[in-house]
């Protein structure tokens, strides 16, 4: 038996390891670029469902600011790659397009129904392999193309009607906190606009195909409300006037109270003729609008005088959101003081402050926002609030306005800062949500 040398048992296995090495270099080849594949498509996967919620978040139509964001998300999770903006399409969908007229109903897709815009993102990408196949080796093809897809949706938080009920009264022009109270107040309104104009310029909602936007309206009060060219009133009265004299000491006592409480957002409004020589008063009601330059620069025009009847404002500030297009209605009103009365004889009936009363314990308020509620928009049931903030007096000592809005309903402001963030907690309580999806379709 011929027995091998041990010289000859290593050159046989330097031969075999010559012959399995590019085997065996093509198994570790393998290993090494398909765990880094597989790393870098999950990597993608993440980076693209980041991007497809910033993108949402974003809220812009310029594709090429969408596309630079999502670019650079996805280059911090595979910076390994060499990816270009053409390498990302950005889909984006509005729930109309999505749902048709099943947008916005509440069940469809959602508990609330609440309207979106859905972006879809996805990536397309050349990777350059690290140990690319060969004559003599295996491995992957030089370059490989690994993709991702997400997609995003943007929830709209119901936009709002908003009516600033302003007191236009003479004590308006008197000062408190450093500023003459009717130019604080005014510079409130236009504050709470500029943030309403941003929220509506950066926002894509639709429904129905037209924009969600928020609007305001402004209705200010002395003893009556003005439209422009005269006085009007409000509220019923028992001679059915098609007109009156602006008297209104001789008006209120033939105020029917009963039938202004039953239906307020549908009384009849009654011109009122003439005006008292003592009323210097420039202002006038503007309608629910989304141009805000236009109504900031009408409302910085406008000056206070005269007396005060609250609720003249607030009926006509019911029948202005009762006409707008979104689901939430909020009537804010903003006053110095309570409404005129005789001090001397505070239940004489000629005076607005006894009608408030009537009025307000009868239901004035709760009724107004009963019929708002009563409607629906969309398929969906109308919200509706009043809400009062009294400043420069103690407004314990105005129950008119306190049994109208509600305990819950009513704040003693401070500041006109203490206003603002109060007005502005009232209108933004949910401008939207995220949502994520795998694209699956």
Same mark, same amino acid.
């Given at each position: 038996?011929?027995?091998?040398?041990?010289?000859?048992?290593?050159?046989? #296995? #330097?031969? &075999?390891?010559?012959?399995?090495?590019?085997?065996?270099?093509?198994?570790?080849?393998?290993?090494?670029?398909?765990?880094?594949?597989?790393?870098?498509?999950?990597? &993608?996967?993440?980076?693209? !469902?980041?991007?497809?919620?910033?993108?949402?978040?974003?809220?812009? $139509?310029?594709?090429?600011?969408?596309?630079?964001? +999502?670019?650079?998300?996805?280059?911090?999770?595979?910076?390994?790659?060499?990816?270009?903006? =053409? @390498?990302?399409?950005?889909?984006?969908? =509005?729930?109309?397009?999505?749902?048709?007229?099943?947008?916005?109903?509440?069940?469809?897709? @959602?508990?609330?129904?609440?309207?979106?815009?859905?972006?879809?993102?996805?990536?397309?990408?050349?990777?350059?392999?690290?140990?690319?196949?060969?004559?003599? +080796?295996?491995?992957? %093809?030089? /370059?490989?193309?690994?993709?991702?897809?997400?997609?995003?949706?943007?929830?709209?938080?119901?936009?709002?009607?908003?009516?600033?009920?302003?007191?236009?009264?003479?004590?308006?022009?008197?000062?408190?906190?450093?500023?003459?109270?009717?130019?604080?107040?005014?510079?409130?309104?236009?504050?709470?606009?500029?943030?309403?104009?941003?929220?509506? %310029?950066? /926002? !894509?909602?639709?429904?129905?195909?037209?924009?969600?936007?928020?609007?305001?309206? $402004?209705?200010?009060?002395?003893?009556?409300?003005?439209?422009?060219?005269?006085?009007?009133?409000?509220?019923?009265?028992?001679?059915?006037?098609?007109?009156?004299?602006?008297?209104?000491?001789?008006?209120?006592?033939?105020?029917?109270?009963?039938?202004?409480? *039953?239906?307020?957002?549908?009384?009849?409004?009654? *011109?009122?003729?003439?005006?008292?020589?003592?009323?210097?008063?420039?202002?006038?009601?503007?309608?629910?609008?989304?141009?805000?330059?236009?109504?900031?620069?009408?409302?910085?025009?406008?000056?206070?005088?005269?007396?005060?009847?609250?609720?003249?404002?607030?009926?006509? #500030?019911?029948?202005?959101?009762?006409?707008?297009?979104?689901?939430?209605?909020? &009537?804010?009103?903003?006053?110095?003081?309570?409404?005129?009365?005789?001090?001397?004889?505070?239940?004489?009936?000629?005076?607005?402050?006894? +009608?408030?009363?009537?009025?307000?314990?009868?239901?004035?308020?709760?009724?107004?926002? =009963?019929?708002?509620?009563?409607?629906?928009?969309?398929?969906?049931?109308?919200?509706?609030?009043?809400?009062?903030?009294?400043?420069?007096?103690?407004?314990?000592?105005?129950?008119?306005?306190?049994?109208? #809005?509600?305990? !819950?309903? &009513?704040? *003693?402001?401070?500041?006109?800062?203490?206003?603002?963030? /109060?007005?502005?907690?009232?209108? *933004? !309580?949910?401008?939207?949500?995220?949502?994520?999806?795998?694209?699956?379709?």
């Amino acid at each position: 038996m011929q027995v091998s040398l041990p010289s000859q048992q290593r050159g046989i #296995a #330097a031969i &075999i390891f010559v012959l399995i090495y590019p085997l065996l270099f093509g198994v570790f080849v393998l290993a090494v670029e398909s765990t880094r594949y597989l790393q870098t498509h999950a990597r &993608i996967g993440d980076g693209v !469902e980041v991007a497809s919620l910033a993108v949402a978040a974003n809220a812009t $139509f310029n594709t090429t600011t969408n596309q630079t964001l +999502a670019k650079g998300i996805v280059d911090t999770y595979a910076p390994d790659g060499e990816i270009t903006l =053409s @390498d990302i399409n950005i889909v984006r969908k =509005s729930c109309d397009e999505i749902y048709g007229n099943n947008c916005g109903k509440p069940g469809v897709y @959602d508990k609330e129904g609440l309207v979106f815009t859905e972006y879809k993102v996805t990536l397309n990408s050349e990777f350059e392999s690290w140990y690319p196949e060969d004559d003599y +080796a295996l491995g992957y %093809e030089e /370059t490989l193309i690994l993709d991702g897809s997400a997609v995003a949706r943007k929830y709209q938080g119901f936009t709002i009607d908003v009516a600033f009920v302003a007191d236009f009264s003479g004590s308006m022009l008197n000062s408190w906190n450093n500023d003459i109270k009717y130019l604080g107040v005014i510079q409130v309104i236009s504050d709470i606009t500029k943030k309403l104009e941003a929220f509506n %310029e950066s /926002t !894509e909602l639709e429904l129905n195909g037209q924009r969600i936007l928020n609007r305001v309206s $402004f209705i200010g009060y002395n003893v009556y409300p003005h439209d422009g060219s005269r006085y009007y009133s409000n509220v019923d009265y028992y001679g059915n006037y098609s007109s009156l004299s602006w008297e209104w000491w001789k008006n209120i006592p033939n105020i029917n109270f009963n039938a202004t409480v *039953s239906d307020p957002l549908n009384n009849n409004r009654t *011109s009122i003729t003439g005006r008292d020589a003592r009323d210097y008063s420039e202002f006038r009601t503007l309608d629910l609008t989304e141009d805000f330059p236009s109504f900031r620069s009408t409302i910085s025009r406008f000056y206070p005088s005269h007396g005060t009847a609250s609720y003249e404002g607030i009926i006509e #500030a019911g029948k202005i959101v009762t006409r707008g297009k979104n689901v939430r209605k909020l &009537i804010i009103v903003l006053s110095d003081g309570e409404d005129s009365i005789d001090e001397n004889n505070p239940a004489d009936n000629r005076y607005p402050g006894y +009608a408030a009363l009537q009025l307000y314990n009868r239901g004035l308020c709760d009724n107004i926002i =009963s019929s708002l509620e009563s409607k629906s928009i969309g398929g969906r049931q109308v919200e509706a609030k009043i809400f009062v903030i009294g400043f420069g007096y103690d407004i314990d000592k105005n129950p008119g306005l306190k049994i109208c #809005a509600g305990e !819950e309903n &009513i704040q *003693s402001a401070s500041s006109y800062q203490d206003i603002y963030d /109060t007005v502005l907690e009232l209108i *933004s !309580e949910e401008v939207g949500h995220l949502y994520f999806r795998h694209y699956d379709q």
